[in-house]
């Protein structure tokens, strides 16, 4: 028992503060959201919403990030009615016997099925049943639980806290304050949501020794939550602190990878923007081959742009929209949004700021990622405005040109072409106005002819690509 005790305020102490610690945290409630079935709680990812040039795939892990929810105050739960807890041993006939056992069966079955409204009709009969202690605590528990997956969350919030009031210091206990933690922060309650994950934590001393290992796994499961939940609430500074520490943990190397991102991350939401910087340079370093490496990558060139340093953010964004191909052929539709969404956004802010080789320079290496036209062509739009505003007229004309030349000879499906119909229209209007432009010139050369040296040399439509290059084959639509 004395071993146990120092492991848990080991645990406890790589956590933070107790319970009593935390009543200064600010409160926060945004309307209740639905509960996914699973417990498995994924961090959201970065979305600071670029201007995008073209159509951009959702990733196989979306998210964004989160946005601090108003002040409100705390979520309290209405208890449904339910039977009181027999205080004598009840005698069941067989016959009810067999009847509760046949529900309790078919309850859990459609819950596991999906089959979420019969399930509940089933639970609300046996608690109509005269139950003993043991049969009662299972069917509350099973109701809360069907109740949470059904997104009745106050109510199965009062049903979790009558089963814990109720049968308290049971093995499962620390396992049922998990639950009740996600479903307080699933309602917006993030202040009582890290109470009861301290509460997993306190109650695992008191259980016994010989689920030490599973009570240990459950402790750093609840501290997880805890930086999860500073995290949701919008207080990245504290979020960050917790993930770090997690990091001290022992821990499997993808739960530390994952701490060690979202700590990074966190400082970035934070506007923590140096040390983000510093944090994630660590983390890509010592997890090249983590999942949220491209993330990653994506968060240290905004941190740089935030920085004012754009040549190292103008560095970031090029190093990895080059990224060797061994490298993202683990997981392609990650890399490629995280790539598109990079590129896109850096890109934009250069131009945007009238850093427009920059901006070239990026629209170019964007350009060769992928060739199907619903990537490229915008691509090229892009790079046509850059050449204008850099006086570029002859490679300005030959990326307009080759939109349209590749909208005329494809054979895409009548969705595609009308997606890029718009471009076409935009391509056209641009190479008119080039042409406008030149004309007006050559007039006014003509009626100051004391104001020019020489005539201005006429804008002549390009079959080169913006390179100077012959265009290539088109590659037909799929």
Known sequence: MKSRLVLFLVSVGLAGSLCANESAAQESAPPPVKQEETDHVQAPRAELAPQATAKEEIPPKEAEAPVAPASAPEVKAEAPTLPASP????????????????????????????????????????????????????????????LRK??????????????????PMEEDTPEIYLELG???????????????????????????????????QLAKTAQFEIAETYF????????????????????????????HFKAAYSLSLAEDYLGAVTALRAYIDQNPDDENVPEAHYLLAISYRRLQRPLEALVEALELLRMEKTRTAKDPKRW??????????????????????????????????????????PVLYQMGLC????????????CYQSILDNLK?????????????????????RLSQIGWQHTTEQSL??????????????????????????????????
């Open 409 to 429: 000879s494809s054979k895409g499906d009548g969705t595609q072409q009308s997606d890029l119909s718009d471009l076409s229209r935009m391509a056209s209007w």
């Open 150 to 167: 059904k997104a009745d969350l106050t109510k199965a919030a009062a049903v979790y806290e009558k089963v814990l009031k109720d049968y």
């Open 182 to 216: 996600r479903t307080h922060r699933a309602l917006g309650a993030y202040k009582s949501a890290i109470a009861k994950f301290y509460n997993v934590i306190n109650s695992t001393i008191k259980l016994p020794e010989d689920g030490a290992s599973k009570y240990r």
């Open 445 to 478: 050369y003509l009626l100051l002819p004391q104001q020019h040296s020489s005539p201005p040399p006429p804008a002549t439509p390009s079959k080169n690509d913006a390179s100077g290059n012959p265009p290539a084959a088109p590659t037909p639509v799929r």
């Open 387 to 398: 050449h204008e505003r850099l006086v570029q007229m002859d490679q300005a004309i030959g």
């Open 87 to 146: 205080e004598q041993p009840v005698e069941i006939s067989p016959t009810d016997r067999d009847e509760i056992a046949s529900l309790m069966k078919y309850a859990q079955s459609s819950s596991d099925d999906g089959r979420l409204d019969m399930s509940l009709i089933a639970y609300r009969q046996l608690l109509s049943k005269q139950l003993n202690k043991a049969q009662q605590r299972i069917v509350l528990l099973g109701f809360a639980r069907v």
């Open 232 to 259: 949701l609430s919008g207080n990245y500074a504290e979020a960050s602190r917790f993930y770090s520490r997690l990091r001290l943990l022992d821990l499997a190397q993808a739960d530390r990878a994952r701490a």
């Open 336 to 377: 490629a949004y995280w790539q598109r969404k990079t590129g896109n956004q850096i890109a934009n802010e250069f131009y945007e700021q009238g850093d427009f080789p920059h901006a070239l320079t990026i629209y170019q290496t964007l350009s060769e990622l992928y060739s199907e036209p619903s990537w490229r062509l």
